[in-house]
């Protein structure tokens, strides 16, 4: 193999091999572990999982309007169920950051935030 195949075979490798940029799911509890799923397959689509996991959103609304955006993408392929699955996931990511940083949880806090985020999403006609 010459160089420059070995370099064309790493640079391949690195844009289109796997990326272990999640999460190490072992830590995720194993309740939300499909929902994780459903995020780091969806979400790594269109731009790297750190994107979303070093936002260090920890505000449940702003991850209702982040993903409600993603979704709205053109090619995204996030179904309204993908985004029950990813904002799931994405309030306990948030409730874990609160946690490590010692933060209050938000004032009012969505018990059925994925479910409403998706009702309200689509009482609004999708604008």
């Given at each position: 193999?010459?160089?420059?195949?070995?370099?064309?075979?790493?640079?391949?490798?690195?844009?289109?091999?796997?990326?272990?940029?999640?999460?190490?799911?072992?830590?995720?509890?194993?309740?939300?572990?499909?929902?994780?799923?459903?995020?780091?397959?969806?979400?790594?689509?269109?731009?790297?999982?750190?994107?979303?996991?070093?936002?260090?959103?920890?505000?449940?609304?702003?991850?209702?309007?982040?993903?409600?955006?993603?979704?709205?993408?053109?090619?995204?392929?996030?179904?309204y169920d993908?985004?029950?699955?990813?904002?799931?996931?994405?309030?306990?990511?948030?409730?874990?950051?609160?946690?490590?940083?010692?933060?209050?949880?938000?004032?009012?806090?969505?018990?059925?935030?994925?479910?409403?985020?998706?009702?309200?999403?689509k009482d609004?006609?999708?604008?």
């Open positions: 193999m010459t160089k420059t195949e070995v370099l064309l075979l790493a640079v391949t490798l690195f844009a289109c091999g796997p990326k272990n940029e999640g999460l190490d799911t072992s830590r995720i509890p194993s309740d939300l572990r499909s929902d994780y799923d459903v995020f780091a397959q969806r979400c790594s689509k269109c731009h790297s999982l750190s994107r979303p996991l070093q936002a260090n959103i920890t505000d449940d609304q702003q991850w209702i309007d982040y993903v409600n955006r993603m979704r709205r993408q053109p090619g995204s392929g996030i179904s993908d985004q029950t699955h990813i904002l799931r996931f994405l309030k306990w990511y948030a409730a874990d950051l609160r946690a490590k940083n010692g933060s209050p949880p938000p004032a009012a806090s969505a018990a059925s935030l994925p479910t409403n985020a998706v009702a309200e999403e609004a006609g999708d604008q």
